[in-house]
């Protein structure tokens, strides 16, 4: 980096004036209308309109373990209210029917007796014990024990405690089917509920039986999901109150994701394009378009070569050692050293594949590079981000005479870059899955996600360089010069945001259907550009 990129002065903050006009009058260079005209339909549907409609709240909750187990136990009282459901065949309901309050009420009060069936919750036993026996037997190891060493299911099977214990610690070592165990008795489909395991299983099993029961509450439950972060033990509660399809969700843990396919947050961009994108991106299938553009196969042995040297004369390796021309491919010893005659023909097979995966691995090379960049760009303006709450904001503070409040535009600024780096980032898979063919729609796109990257770096710029002249050793006195850093980093802030919302609004409105198709937009280009210069 020259020395001169950290050289700043009054300049810096004269120059976000052009900035600011510059990325409103560009705008006026696109001929909107004419390039759009034959795609988009103009609607001035205020609920459609993306100046007039922002983005739709959703409604998400974060819950701690404390809070998952409030909620658990909360939804066992309300069946177990019902007079013939205890507490602990409330919880055997709710485990079978996926913990929804709702689907026991209806099964139950529709036809209890099959829902008892079902589940296993018997009203009297089957199985009749002698009434005046003092010892009962095992059913599992046949020996005789008094009546206080001895526990029951509803079914009325005697087993003894060390029997039990070894079934009941047998089960839940085998994983979560444990929460549905029924009764030893091959033939007895009899639930056996949470105060009997309490009873009759050892510290450990019990433990984790119980943890068992709280991640059922998550897993099983339609309307919640663990946090993906790793090592995060939060879960998400997520009700939309629109019939939007912003699925973003941001974890305690400071993590976001998508909750429709909990990959990190990609909005703007549909999670079929993420999900296909993730795996080209992981898949071998890139090592073999690789080799197909990079090396040619050895006429002889069929191996793949790549030319590592200046000359076209190529030996290929042991044991094979067959001279050829990487030209022409033809045997070296009948080459005579010159291929530069022309003949006419079609092209063979494998040239026609070498070329298609060659022009493949470009167009994937192009979009990955800036995928990853922005996706690095994010990552250093998290830290960035951390710096300057931690380290900076103080000290500027102190040398500019600023109260926190007052200089919570920087962390707004810093916010946004974070949030549209994101966003930048998936656009570029977007990108690469539009089709080719349709180059009226690519050039637009290409022109949207142009514009909006050309006012990110601006604003990253005056966040990330122009600042620094107050962050130094020896910054200068309060002035009117923070004052205009003040205006324009806001007024860059809110501009990137504008066209972002106004670029994120327009890649969703085309994800119904097929995600390339923009020709379903239901609102004018002119009016997004519109509202940007305003």
């Given at each position: 980096?020259?020395?001169?990129?950290?050289?700043h002065?009054?300049n810096?903050?004269?120059?976000?004036?052009?900035?600011?006009?510059?990325?409103?009058?560009?705008?006026?260079?696109?001929d909107?209308?004419?390039?759009?005209?034959?795609?988009?339909?103009d609607d001035?549907?205020?609920?459609?309109?993306?100046?007039?409609?922002?983005?739709?709240?959703?409604?998400?909750?974060?819950?701690?373990?404390?809070?998952?187990?409030?909620r658990?136990?909360?939804?066992?009282?309300?069946?177990a209210?019902?007079?013939?459901?205890?507490?602990?065949?409330?919880?055997?309901?709710?485990?079978h029917?996926n913990?929804?309050?709702?689907?026991?009420n209806?099964?139950?009060?529709?036809?209890?007796?099959?829902v008892?069936r079902?589940?296993?919750?018997?009203?009297k036993?089957?199985?009749?014990?002698?009434?005046?026996?003092?010892?009962?037997?095992?059913?599992?190891c046949?020996?005789?024990?008094?009546?206080?060493?001895?526990?029951?299911?509803?079914?009325?099977h005697?087993f003894?405690?060390s029997?039990?214990g070894?079934?009941?610690?047998t089960?839940?070592?085998?994983?979560?089917?444990?929460?549905?165990?029924?009764?030893?008795?091959?033939?007895?489909?009899?639930a056996?509920?949470?105060?009997?395991?309490?009873?009759?299983?050892?510290?450990?099993?019990k433990?984790?039986y119980?943890?068992?029961?709280?991640?059922?509450?998550?897993?099983?439950?339609?309307?919640?999901?663990?946090?993906?972060?790793?090592?995060?033990?939060?879960?998400?509660n997520?009700?939309?109150?629109?019939?939007?399809?912003d699925?973003?969700?941001?974890?305690?843990?400071s993590?976001?994701?998508?909750w429709n396919?909990?990959?990190?947050s990609?909005?703007?961009?549909?999670?079929?394009?993420?999900?296909?994108w993730?795996?080209?991106?992981?898949?071998?299938?890139?090592?073999?378009?690789?080799?197909?553009?990079?090396?040619?196969?050895?006429?002889?042995?069929?191996?793949?070569?790549?030319?590592?040297h200046?000359?076209?004369?190529?030996?290929?390796?042991?044991?094979?050692r067959?001279?050829?021309?990487?030209?022409?491919?033809g045997?070296?010893?009948?080459?005579?050293?010159?291929?530069?005659?022309y003949?006419?023909?079609?092209?063979?097979?494998?040239?026609?594949?070498?070329?298609?995966a060659?022009?493949?691995?470009e167009?994937?090379t192009?979009?990955?590079?800036r995928?990853?960049s922005?996706?690095?760009?994010?990552?250093?303006?998290?830290?960035?981000?951390?710096?300057?709450?931690?380290v900076?904001?103080?000290?500027?503070?102190?040398?500019?005479r600023?109260?926190?409040l007052?200089?919570?535009?920087?962390?707004?600024?810093?916010?946004?870059?974070?949030?549209?780096r994101?966003?930048?980032?998936?656009?570029y898979?977007?990108?690469?899955?539009l089709?080719?063919n349709?180059?009226?729609k690519?050039?637009?796109?290409?022109?949207?996600?142009?514009?909006?990257?050309?006012?990110l770096?601006?604003?990253?710029?005056?966040?990330?360089?122009?600042?620094?002249?107050?962050?130094?050793?020896?910054?200068?006195?309060p002035?009117?010069?923070f004052n205009d850093?003040?205006?324009?980093?806001?007024?860059?802030?809110?501009?990137?945001?504008?066209y972002?919302?106004?670029?994120?609004?327009?890649?969703?409105?085309?994800?119904?259907?097929n995600?390339?198709?923009?020709d379903k937009?239901p609102?004018?280009?002119g009016?997004m550009?519109?509202?940007m210069?305003?």
């Amino acid at each position: 980096m020259d020395s001169g990129d950290d050289i700043h002065d009054a300049n810096d903050i004269e120059s976000l004036n052009e900035d600011i006009e510059s990325l409103n009058d560009n705008y006026d260079n696109y001929d909107d209308d004419a390039a759009a005209a034959d795609y988009f339909d103009d609607d001035d549907d205020d609920d459609t309109h993306p100046a007039k409609s922002r983005r739709i709240e959703q409604s998400f909750t974060i819950l701690k373990e404390s809070d998952i187990r409030q909620r658990q136990e909360d939804d066992i009282r309300r069946v177990a209210a019902v007079p013939s459901i205890p507490h602990g065949a409330a919880s055997i309901l709710l485990c079978h029917y996926n913990w929804s309050v709702s689907r026991v009420n209806d099964a139950w009060f529709a036809d209890e007796h099959e829902v008892r069936r079902t589940v296993g919750l018997l009203e009297k036993p089957v199985y009749d014990n002698p009434a005046d026996a003092k010892e009962l037997t095992c059913g599992i190891c046949f020996e005789a024990y008094p009546l206080s060493e001895i526990e029951t299911a509803s079914c009325g099977h005697p087993f003894c405690f060390s029997c039990w214990g070894g079934y009941i610690g047998t089960s839940i070592n085998d994983g979560p089917g444990c929460l549905l165990l029924r009764c030893p008795e091959s033939a007895c489909g009899a639930a056996v509920d949470q105060d009997m395991i309490n009873l009759l299983a050892s510290g450990e099993d019990k433990d984790k039986y119980d943890r068992y029961l709280l991640r059922s509450y998550i897993e099983d439950n339609k309307k919640t999901k663990w946090c993906p972060a790793p090592g995060c033990e939060h879960a998400v509660n997520f009700d939309p109150t629109g019939t939007g399809k912003d699925y973003d969700v941001s974890c305690l843990c400071s993590y976001s994701f998508c909750w429709n396919c909990t990959e990190e947050s990609h909005r703007s961009v549909d999670c079929g394009t993420v999900s296909k994108w993730i795996l080209k991106n992981s898949s071998e299938s890139e090592n073999v378009t690789w080799i197909l553009a990079k090396t040619k196969p050895c006429p002889e042995c069929k191996r793949p070569i790549e030319k590592n040297h200046g000359c076209m004369h190529m030996t290929c390796s042991q044991p094979c050692r067959f001279e050829f021309c990487w030209i022409c491919l033809g045997a070296w010893r009948k080459h005579g050293g010159s291929c530069n005659r022309y003949e006419s023909g079609e092209q063979n097979e494998t040239e026609k594949r070498r070329e298609m995966a060659k022009k493949s691995l470009e167009k994937y090379t192009h979009y990955y590079k800036r995928w990853a960049s922005n996706q690095s760009s994010r990552q250093k303006a998290v830290a960035d981000l951390q710096e300057m709450q931690s380290v900076h904001m103080k000290n500027l503070g102190d040398s500019q005479r600023q109260t926190e409040l007052e200089l919570k535009f920087i962390t707004e600024a810093w916010l946004q870059i974070v949030e549209c780096r994101r966003v930048l980032k998936w656009t570029y898979a977007y990108g690469y899955y539009l089709p080719d063919n349709e180059q009226a729609k690519k050039k637009f796109f290409e022109y949207l996600q142009g514009e909006a990257e050309s006012g990110l770096e601006r604003l990253h710029h005056c966040a990330e360089k122009v600042i620094q002249v107050f962050l130094s050793d020896d910054p200068p006195s309060p002035s009117e010069e923070f004052n205009d850093f003040r205006k324009k980093l806001t007024e860059l802030t809110n501009v990137t945001r504008n066209y972002f919302e106004n670029l994120v609004k327009a890649l969703e409105n085309v994800h119904d259907g097929n995600p390339c198709d923009l020709d379903k937009r239901p609102w004018g280009a002119g009016a997004m550009m519109n509202e940007m210069k305003e």
